[in-house]
């Protein structure tokens, strides 16, 4: 006789309760990074349309700069530590394989005992991670969730190298995800290309003993902007029809902040109306990886560009090469 399983019903929707972000105190601006590279403001902000980013000082760690930002979220999400029944940290950047950064980041915040591991998804990793605390909620394996995206992406990047230098950046950014009685995060839409492996990638493995440099960032540009602007713009409008939703229903438009002209395609792909309010955080924040939607959500808020209940579309895509993105309802 096969024994009944019990299956405790989950809530019957998710919702981001409050979110955070930390970014580091320095500024480097183009001034300082061509003083690093031999480049130029113009080119820059021509190519990309950064202006400056944050570089991560020592005392900015992986977990330091997550718990800043995991604080703000909870404090505005109003729950404390004992309320987090699970963390979820995405990056590419703690740099001690194993074990994960998240446990001892629930530990740090009272959320001691519950579970906790970290996801490498690069540049989608809080897309990825929302997803995941979503279905974590509705399955009711947990009831709130803390989503961090994190990196410290100067630690992996060849700061001589002019492919790569000027774009790469630091910081943190959360989300506590918690029930809902309505749906106010939309159907995830994601994939991956392992084909596409090697366009954007660590120059080696950390244990090749021929060369004593720490490995680093390599990039084939225009092979990642051509996947991007085409490829993932092309799923944005998937993630809108899953919702149910059509552009004009958006209030706001967050996208990963990797390239002002990755965001131009974007924008044209979707027909984008003027009504939407579009995120270019790229420009003082560089590309953080994981932690740019958040921090660009934050910056949107502190700019009154973005209010608590509109409607915004985040889409995050990166090494792997790796996307996911759905519509959210800001908190
Ligand atoms: C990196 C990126 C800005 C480079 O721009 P690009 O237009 O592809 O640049 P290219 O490498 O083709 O080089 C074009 C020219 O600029 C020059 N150039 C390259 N890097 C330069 C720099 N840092 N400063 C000044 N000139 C530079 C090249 O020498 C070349 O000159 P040439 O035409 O005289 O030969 C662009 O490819 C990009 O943003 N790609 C997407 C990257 C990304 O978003 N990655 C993260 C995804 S998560």
Not at 216 to 231: N, R
Not at 310 to 320: R, W
């Amino acid at each position: 006789m096969s024994a009944t399983i019990q299956s405790p019903p989950g809530a019957p929707f998710s919702r981001i309760m409050g979110i955070g972000s930390y970014r580091p105190v320095r500024v480097v601006d183009n001034a300082e990074m061509c003083t690093m590279i031999e480049s130029s403001d113009e080119w820059i902000v021509q190519r990309t349309g950064i202006s400056e980013r944050r570089w991560a000082g020592e005392d900015e760690t992986i977990h330091y700069m997550s718990v800043q930002a995991a604080r703000q979220a909870m404090e505005r999400g109003g729950v404390t530590g004992e309320d987090i029944d699970c963390v979820i940290v995405a990056t590419v950047t703690h740099m001690t394989q194993f074990p994960a950064i998240a446990p001892q980041i629930a530990l740090e915040l009272g959320a001691q005992g519950a579970p906790a591991y970290d996801i490498s998804a690069a540049c989608a990793g809080f897309c990825v991670g929302l997803a995941q605390a979503d279905a974590l909620v509705r399955s009711g394996a947990a009831t709130n969730v803390l989503v961090i995206g994190v990196e410290r992406l100067t630690d992996i990047t060849n700061l001589t190298d002019r492919s790569t230098a000027f774009l790469f950046a630091d910081g943190a950014g959360a989300a506590v995800v918690g029930p809902s009685d309505e749906p106010k995060i939309g159907p995830v839409v994601w994939g991956a290309d392992g084909a596409a492996a090697d366009v954007l990638k660590m120059t080696r493995m950390w244990d090749d003993e021929t060369n004593e440099e720490k490995p680093t960032v390599y990039m084939e540009g225009q092979a990642v902007f051509k996947w991007a602007s085409q490829t993932v713009a092309r799923k944005t409008t998937e993630m809108l029809d899953k919702a149910g939703l059509k552009v004009e229903d958006l209030d706001l438009f967050v996208p990963h902040q990797a390239n002002n002209r990755i965001i131009d395609a974007m924008m044209r792909t979707l027909r984008m109306p003027e009504s939407v309010t579009v995120a270019r955080d790229i420009k003082r924040q560089g590309n953080t990886s994981a932690a740019s939607i958040p921090l660009a959500i934050e910056t949107l808020y502190e700019e009154g560009l973005a209010k608590s209940g509109q409607t915004a579309l985040i889409v995050g895509f990166g090494g792997g090469l790796i996307f996911a993105g759905q519509v959210i309802v800001l908190p």
